[in-house]
């Protein structure tokens, strides 16, 4: 399962139901991790699939998690979380949390 690290403000907003949508930078590194996961093809293609993607706040595997259901898409960002209005990003809408993880050691 694909382990993304998120900063502390973003992963109360996504806990607490405010934000539905985490950003990641269209980038060579982000391409490669969706395909292994299969939200984007080998040919590059979005695949509408819905798929669990954990969220880390921190590196550490006793940081604080949640496995999030999320869906893939290519849009822009809204500034209140955490995106640019005129820059393109992988957009992973999240859809449903579970797994919630708030041990930290």
Do not use: C, H, Q
Not at 44 to 52: A, I, P, Q
């Amino acid at each position: 399962m694909l382990v993304l690290p998120i900063k502390k403000k973003w992963f109360d907003m996504i806990l607490s139901g405010e934000k539905l949508v985490e950003y990641r930078e269209i980038k060579p590194y982000y391409t490669t991790r969706f395909i292994n996961i299969g939200l984007i093809n080998k040919d590059e293609s979005l695949n509408k699939e819905v798929r669990k993607v954990v969220f880390r706040n921190g590196y550490s595997s006793n940081s604080p998690s949640f496995v999030a259901d999320v869906s893939l898409d290519i849009g822009t960002g809204w500034y209140k979380w955490g995106g640019e209005p005129e820059k393109l990003y992988y957009r992973l809408m999240i859809l449903r949390v579970s797994n919630i993880n708030n041990n930290e050691t």
